[in-house]
């Protein structure tokens, strides 16, 4: 069965410094794997996708993230954090012969001004 | 509006009475989703729509959820006789047919007294 896993809760991280925000994944076949970012009382934003192609991806607000299949993760990251990317992201899979999404427990991001 | 609506945003019940949630899609998305985000949780799947077909309700914890789309467009989430454990975010997301992307709406906070 798919799924993914967010190893930490909170990561804290100073404005202007390279964030990353970790996520590793296991699935059969192919993975589709997201990024999400929600902001208190909304729903979720995308932010980017894997699916092929370029191991690093690029997506909104700056942010990217480097499929690394040898060691199954899909971390996000920034060059350099905003205290306004401070919000909960979450990881997700694509299910297995199916358009769901399965979503990791969050990692809330805190930058510090 | 361009993006995925939802109603109420909020909605506070008695245990043991019913409810139900809408959803209204982005115009001529045919894929329609429904997720649970329990407090501290990443969202978990309930049920998916392609147009008013229902291809996939594994994730409905009981029989005492509902959901459909009888149009193809604006769906119904109906919870019968609720608990104190449905107390969640029921969000609702919808993408094109090419899958692309999903659109979350804000969600719906539904706490069960």
């Known amino acids: 069965a798919q799924s993914v896993a967010q190893p930490e809760d909170q990561v804290n991280v100073a404005e202007g410094n390279p964030l990353t925000v970790k996520c590793t994944y296991s699935?059969?076949?192919?993975?589709?794997l997201f990024w999400y970012v929600q902001y208190p009382n909304r729903g979720l934003q995308f932010l980017l996708k894997?699916?092929?192609?370029?191991?690093l991806v690029k997506g909104s607000y700056g942010f990217e993230a480097e499929f690394n299949k040898s060691q199954t993760s899909f971390h996000l990251k920034k060059p350099s954090a905003l205290v306004s990317d401070s919000a909960l992201y979450f990881c997700?899979?694509?299910?297995?012969?199916?358009?769901?999404?399965?979503f990791g427990t969050g990692t809330r991001l805190q930058v510090f001004p | 509006g361009a993006g995925v609506s939802q109603s109420p945003r909020y909605k506070v019940a008695k245990r043991g009475q019913d409810v139900a949630l809408r959803c209204d899609p982005i115009?001529?998305?045919?894929?329609l989703f429904w997720y649970q985000q329990a407090l501290g949780q990443g969202p978990e799947f309930l049920t998916y729509?392609?147009?008013?077909?229902?291809?996939?309700k594994s994730g409905l914890p009981s029989d005492r959820f509902f959901a459909e789309r009888p149009e193809g467009s604006v769906s119904t989430l109906k919870i019968q006789r609720t608990q104190q454990e449905d107390s969640a975010v029921y969000l609702c997301?919808?993408?094109?047919?090419?899958?692309?992307?999903?659109?979350f709406g804000d969600g719906t906070r539904l706490s069960i007294l």
């Open positions: 997301a919808s993408s094109d047919f090419l899958g692309t992307g999903k659109h």
């Open positions: 699935v059969s076949g192919n993975p589709y």
């Open positions: 894997y699916i092929t192609g370029d191991n």
């Open positions: 997700a899979v694509r299910g297995d012969n199916t358009d769901k999404l399965i």
């Open positions: 115009s001529g998305h045919v894929s």
């Open positions: 729509f392609q147009n008013e077909a229902q291809l996939d």
